[in-house]
């Protein structure tokens, strides 16, 4: 597990602390993600009549420990600026 971050790389902890893994990343964690992906797909197409293609990345295991304070304030994924929407 690595300290979680944001977009590009950048770590703000009052938007998000908490650590991660990409299941992608993981010795012997293809089986989950194959799995996950076709339960996504499967509820999105029969759900939502969406039939999903692709997945532009893995999945990511999280871990918001109290210990931490661990959080995840709201933020947006896109967008242009240098910290995620939120964050100022």
Do not use: C
Not at 39 to 60: H, I, K, P, W, Y
Request: without cysteine.
């Amino acid at each position: 597990m690595k300290d979680a971050g944001l977009v590009r790389q950048t770590t703000e902890h009052r938007i998000r602390r908490a650590e991660i893994a990409w299941l992608d990343d993981l010795v012997s964690g293809d089986w989950v993600m194959d799995r996950m992906i076709g339960l996504v797909a499967r509820a999105n197409r029969e759900g939502m009549g969406f039939d999903l293609t692709d997945f532009g990345e893995s999945a990511q295991i999280a871990r918001y420990g109290a210990e931490r304070e661990g959080h995840f304030d709201w933020h947006s994924d896109i967008g242009e600026a240098s910290l995620p929407a939120g964050a100022s």
